[in-house]
């Protein structure tokens, strides 16, 4: 069964994780848009680790698990980079942009 709570407090963080990514063009050289935007960056990653971390907390880690948890996250941010990295080849016409899976969207 689902909690309302924690849909709720998910959705919150991902709303403030719009509003960062759209507020950051518009700081500029207002001291207030800053704080705005340094204070949503501060609350929520802590937010989504936090409500991550309980719902990982019977994570056992089986083999069912890893497996999923491999083909889930880490297979499709591979695929994602390096399609990536081929459209800045073909977009910017610069074939030595490097693959770098440790240092994404570069």
Do not use: C
């Amino acid at each position: 069964m689902r909690d309302a709570f924690f849909d709720n407090a998910k959705y919150l963080a991902i709303v403030l994780v719009a509003m960062g990514h759209a507020w950051e063009p518009l700081r500029g050289d207002s001291r207030a848009a800053a704080a705005l935007y340094m204070a949503v960056y501060a609350f929520h990653m802590p937010a989504f680790i936090v409500i991550s971390g309980f719902f990982s907390r019977s994570f056992d880690a089986s083999p069912n698990r890893i497996r999923r948890l491999i083909t889930g996250v880490a297979v499709p941010y591979v695929i994602f980079e390096i399609a990536y990295t081929v459209f800045k080849w073909v977009a910017d016409d610069d074939p030595g942009y490097p693959i770098s899976l440790q240092d994404p969207g570069t």
